[in-house]
């Protein structure tokens, strides 16, 4: 994996530019990314830990992928807002520990240029087995994870931080999610299968519906329970998701708007920038021709991030 501040810059001189595949600038560190235990891993994509010795503060505009991003802050001056500024974050200082649940809108990571830490991204059905909390409580949110594990919560962002490496927090993790493994609920196949399904073709709503077998109605409280998201709004991730892979590579908007079953490029353009902040042509310039999965995103074959001026 390529060097990567990823509350910051990837590559580059430190500028408000993304540059993949270059050493580190000024005050960005490698970032160190494990997947988790094979027990773990289809619940759990991977854990990064991340360390930034910047001047000036970052922004970085995080994107909605369908996923759960639980951060562990072994330092202050990390915050999360939907517009950039303190003034509206939605994660205060205070909390060491925070869920970010799905979402359909997007939201702004700033830090105050130093910062270190510890992140999981996991599925929502990986955060529903682990949590054993009904997803509907992470909808759009961000939670302190001591209002999920109580105390505990607290306590293990203290513990990670008192180790002495990457390799041994990520250990700690293994073990606190294995132990985990069997006191949360089991998801449904049926919801399995439907997310499944709408990842390969969104715009197959209705028939993937039928094929579980369920009413309209149990498939949204099921997907509510699990998931986070109504059937409908994890197409619309989904679809999005695959037009911004589409779009960062370069593709024609109007192509783009066809082949991902968009109505038109009007209709694209207000969907992205509705769920994105950001029309379509400054998403491309702002990505600067990375991949999807590239350093700075935070799971493979997903756009997740755009670096954000300063």
Not at 61 to 79: A, C, D, M, N, Q
Not at 120 to 132: A, K, T
Not at 186 to 203: F, N
Request: aromatic share 8%; with cysteine.
């Amino acid at each position: 994996m390529g060097s990567v501040d990823i509350f910051g810059v990837s590559g580059g001189s430190g500028g408000s530019g993304v540059r993949g595949g270059t050493a580190p600038g000024p005050g960005a560190r490698p970032a160190r990314r494990r997947r988790p235990a094979v027990a773990l891993r289809p619940l759990i994509v991977n854990y990064t830990g991340f360390e930034t010795e910047f001047t000036a503060p970052r922004r970085r505009l995080e994107l909605p992928t369908g996923y759960v991003t639980l951060v562990f802050t072994f330092s202050e001056g990390l915050w999360v807002t939907r517009t950039g500024e303190l003034a509206t974050a939605l994660w205060p200082p205070a909390s060491r520990a925070v869920i970010s649940g799905p979402r359909t809108v997007p939201a702004i990571g700033v830090h105050a240029g130093s910062v270190r830490g510890l992140e999981v991204n996991m599925s929502p059905l990986g955060c529903y087995r682990l949590f054993g909390v009904p997803m509907w409580h992470f909808e759009d949110a961000h939670v302190d994870l001591a209002e999920v594990l109580g105390p505990g919560g607290r306590h293990l962002t203290e513990r990670l931080e008192s180790l002495g490496s990457w390799t041994e927090r990520f250990a700690l993790l293994d073990e606190v999610f294995c132990a985990r493994l069997e006191c949360g609920p089991v998801p449904a196949p049926e919801v399995r299968g439907a997310l499944s399904r709408l990842w390969a073709d969104g715009r197959s709503l209705t028939r993937v519906s039928a094929e579980t077998g369920w009413s309209a109605r149990t498939l949204r409280a099921r997907f509510r329970e699990q998931v986070g998201l109504s059937p409908k709004a994890v197409a619309r991730v989904f679809r999005l998701q695959h037009a911004l892979r589409l779009l960062a590579a370069g593709t024609a908007a109007a192509h783009v708007a066809a082949v991902c079953g968009y109505h038109d490029q009007a209709h694209l353009s207000r969907e992205v920038k509705v769920m994105t902040g950001l029309p379509p042509s400054r998403f491309v310039r702002l990505r600067g021709g990375l991949a999807p999965g590239s350093a700075l995103d935070r799971m493979p074959g997903r756009v997740s991030s755009v670096v954000l001026s300063g």
